[in-house]
């Protein structure tokens, strides 16, 4: 009996570490290119060195961590490319994604879109950069939640841990914030008219525009340097 506590507790100490770390990240507390280290952290949250390591191996399979060769673990850090490949699949994946809703979507889920739809329209004329991030994750989750292909959800949920990096670096504009939000609720409504060939044209839209922002605040912030 002991024994089996030990090791329950051991998964819970072990999904705290994870957590936190997580929380870290993209609250910007860590920032992507910086040394994580097992000896700081094992220190700060007074745990064994094996919960850390653990944890580590967790967030490189998330895409929030790296080993690299000379510094060891650090915050992942999106190349130039490689955050246009990012939204490339991720916009692939979100258009089949959406298109598979559009078909099976039933008058329960339905509601739950409408609410956030008003939610987000609610929000738009003043609104701040943790509704922004608050609302728009739950937009994407509630369409992940949806999917039934649950090899696409597991696509999907990895790669956007990564955009979430690009995200916290590239910064808020409230007025991309309520493009962005007015492109969400178009895809919502394409939905209530179950065109799914409609649905993924704007969800296209959606990735294309996110990815041009994206890149040109960072653009601009890599120039100031």
Not at 58 to 77: F, N
Not at 134 to 160: A, G, M, P, Q
Not at 174 to 201: H, P, T, V, W, Y
């Amino acid at each position: 009996m002991g024994k089996t506590l030990g090791v329950i507790n051991q998964k819970l100490v072990t999904t705290a570490t994870v957590d936190q770390i997580r929380s870290a990240i993209e609250s910007g507390e860590l920032v992507p290119g910086q040394r994580v280290s097992e000896q700081d952290l094992t220190s700060q949250f007074q745990v064994s060195r094996t919960p850390v390591r653990e944890a580590f191996r967790i967030l490189e399979a998330e895409g929030y961590l790296v080993h690299s060769p000379r510094c060891g673990v650090v915050v992942k850090e999106l190349n130039y490319q490689e955050i246009i490949d990012v939204f490339e699949v991720r916009s692939w994946l979100e258009q089949l994604m959406v298109r598979k809703i559009t078909n099976e979507i039933d008058s329960a889920k339905m509601r739950a879109l409408e609410s956030l739809y008003v939610e987000m329209k609610s929000s738009i004329d003043d609104i701040e950069e943790q509704t922004f991030q608050n609302l728009d994750n739950k937009f994407h989750e509630i369409l992940v939640s949806f999917c039934t292909n649950l090899k696409l959800v597991e696509l999907i949920r990895s790669l956007k841990n990564s955009t979430k990096l690009v995200r916290k670096k590239a910064g808020f504009s409230k007025e991309r914030a309520q493009e962005s939000f007015n492109e969400c609720m178009s895809i919502i409504e394409a939905i209530k008219l179950n065109n799914g060939d409609l649905c993924a044209e704007r969800m296209r839209e959606h990735f294309e525009k996110s990815l041009k922002f994206f890149v040109s605040r960072i653009d601009n912030l890599s120039s100031r340097r």
